[in-house]
Nanobody, 132 residues
Framework: QVRLVESGGGSVQTGGSLRLSCAAS????????AGWFRQSPGTEREFVAG?????????????SYADFVEGRFTISRDNAKNTVYLQMNSLIPEDTAVYYC????????????????????WGQGTQVTVSS
């Protein structure tokens, strides 16, 4: 059974930092693209960041970020631990949301997906709350 389990969410004040983790039970995880999305009440789930798997890493950009990240967030992965991370710095109240991890491996694709439809596997989410 494929599982993605997020952790690391919590409550911080404006300007604070959090590091989210996503542990995946996917065989050959290093070949999967992985991404982080977020959703706040009343809004659609939106792309935050994505990272290439080893299969496409040599074909172009290895990471992708939403414009609103503005250099504050960094996505990374440790394939030996089957884990993807999202380091979030300079957090602001607008970053408050449930953050979801996603993963996908599509052999005909050579880019990092930035839409929900680009990912087959999802975690349950972890809440991030930023207070002013």
């Amino acid at each position: 059974q494929v599982r993605l389990v997020e952790s690391g969410g919590g409550s911080v004040q404006t300007g604070g930092s959090l590091r989210l983790s996503c542990a995946a039970s996917l065989r050959g995880f290093d070949t999967y693209e992985a991404g982080w999305f977020r959703q706040s009440p009343g809004t659609e789930r939106e792309f935050v960041a994505g990272i290439a798997g080893s299969r496409i890493a040599g074909s172009g950009a290895t990471t992708s970020y939403a414009d609103f990240v503005e250099g504050r967030f960094t996505i990374s992965r440790d394939n030996a631990k089957n884990t993807v991370y999202l380091q979030m710095n300079s957090l602001i109240p607008e970053d408050t949301a449930v953050y979801y991890c996603a993963a996908d491996r599509t052999y005909t694709r050579l880019t990092i997906p930035t839409t929900q439809s680009g990912y087959d596997y999802w975690g349950q989410g972890t809440q991030v709350t930023v207070s002013s």
